[in-house]
């Protein structure tokens, strides 16, 4: 079984619309981060969480927001969605011991229309 | 502003040669740098990383470079095989400040013809 699992994989929406992209771990790690990924761009950071009650702002984080559920779970919303979310969003997750060495879920494909 | 540059979309290399893939840097503050592949479909898994008191790392056939006085990092594998066809990104942070906070290069697909 995978370690980081991320849920949908594939989503088509439309312009206005919630949506929730749910990400979750077997790692046992207390550090998890959002990134979106588009062409020619990267992987940029939208939000990152050292625990449950530690919450912060990464480069994009406008028009996102994020919830920790619990230590195993980061779910990312966008609250009413525009075509230029459209992209390829990853969670990933670290231990404090080697933060830099994140693990990556399979990502879940954005579709705004 | 990228901080983390890799000016080469694309390279293709003939199975059995090295394929150099590069990466500028324009923060001098950045102190260990990562390098992650990813296949099609699947998320980016670490492949080896440097920290800046060194120049060399080597892990079996890659090795990373890290020119400090240009800010330039290279990513060196050889030989080169099929199975490392992949979008290869460079990563770099601030050890001890920035909580694990990467910032990654745009990626660079590396193609490696039988």
């Known amino acids: 079984d995978a370690d980081v699992t991320q849920t949908p994989r594939n989503r088509i929406t439309k312009t206005g619309k919630r949506i929730m992209l749910e990400c979750s771990q077997t790692?046992?790690?207390?550090?998890m981060y959002w990134y979106r990924q588009d062409p020619g761009l990267g992987l940029r950071l939208i939000y990152y969480s050292f625990d449950v009650k530690d919450i912060n702002k990464g480069e994009i984080s406008d028009g996102y927001s994020v919830s920790r559920q619990a230590q195993a779970k980061f779910s990312l919303s966008l609250e009413s969605a525009i075509p230029n979310q459209t992209a390829l969003y990853f969670c990933?997750?670290?231990?404090?011991?080697?933060?830099?060495?994140?693990?990556f879920g399979p990502g879940t494909r954005l579709l705004v229309l | 502003d990228q901080q983390v540059k890799q000016n080469s979309p694309s390279l293709s290399v003939q199975e059995g040669r090295i394929s150099i893939l590069n990466c500028d840097y324009t923060n001098s503050m950045f102190d260990y740098f990562l390098w992650y592949k990813k296949y099609p479909a699947e998320g980016p898994t670490f492949l080896i990383s440097i920290s800046s008191i060194k120049d060399k790392n080597e892990d079996g056939r890659f090795t990373v470079f890290l020119n400090k006085s240009a800010k330039h990092l290279s990513l060196h594998i050889v030989p080169s095989q099929p199975g490392d066809s992949a979008v290869y990104f460079c990563?770099?942070?601030?050890?001890?400040?920035?909580?694990?906070?990467?910032?990654f290069g745009q990626g660079t697909i590396l193609t490696v013809h039988p």
């Open positions: 990933a997750t670290s231990d404090p011991a080697g933060v830099e060495t994140q693990y």
């Open positions: 790692k046992g790690h207390d550090r």
């Open positions: 990563a770099a942070t601030l050890r001890g400040t920035s909580y694990g906070k990467l910032t």
